[in-house]
């Protein structure tokens, strides 16, 4: 089998869309580093949630924020709430929503990788997010608050993107809880 083609294809499909997507991600990176930060700097809890296929983004996101993207820094306090390993996502669901029920509390934030989630399982982790006051920010899959989403796009495209976002947002966040990096 010549994988060229099919490679090549997906590489063409995702960097005409994530470069049509560059203004909305912009925005709301840019407002999803300002809530990140805010909670960082008055001492509230960051959560960076994903199950399944999401975990990745998650993982990488909390990874960079307590090891650093651009300087030699202190680490910066986020808990994740990751799990790829889950027998089923309701499972998932059932354990994050736990987790925000004992952990979350008003003014803390979550970044919420979505792009695998149904719109009934955003609906649960919502329930939680309200019930706590915490301030969501949902990549991958519309939800209430932030969201970024593209409803056209494949779930390959979605992940793929949200893992880009991730980085991007460790070093968004860096920034606004440090300053710019001299050069």
Avoid at 44 to 51: A, T
Avoid at 107 to 133: C, K, M, P, T, W
Wanted: proline share 3%.
């Amino acid at each position: 089998m010549d994988a060229y083609p099919l490679i090549a294809n997906f590489f063409h499909r995702y960097i005409e869309s994530a470069s049509l997507a560059v203004d909305d991600v912009a925005e709301i990176a840019g407002a999803a580093a300002d809530v990140a930060s805010q909670a960082i700097l008055t001492e509230k809890k960051l959560f960076s949630i994903g199950l399944g296929a999401d975990a990745a983004s998650a993982i990488v996101l909390t990874s960079l924020l307590q090891n650093g993207v651009l300087r030699e820094r202190p680490s910066l306090p986020v808990l994740e709430l990751a799990e790829y390993r889950i027998g089923s996502v309701q499972t998932g669901i059932m354990w994050v929503t736990q987790q925000l029920q004992a952990l979350g509390q008003a003014g803390d934030a979550a970044i919420i990788f979505a792009a695998n989630l149904s719109q009934s399982e955003v609906q649960r982790i919502q329930v939680a997010i309200e019930q706590r006051q915490v301030n969501a920010v949902w990549l991958g899959h519309n939800g209430p608050g932030l969201s970024l989403h593209s409803e056209e796009a494949s779930v390959e495209y979605r992940l793929t993107l949200n893992h880009a976002i991730a980085i991007c947002l460790a070093r968004l966040i860096e920034t606004n809880t440090f300053g710019p990096v001299e050069d």
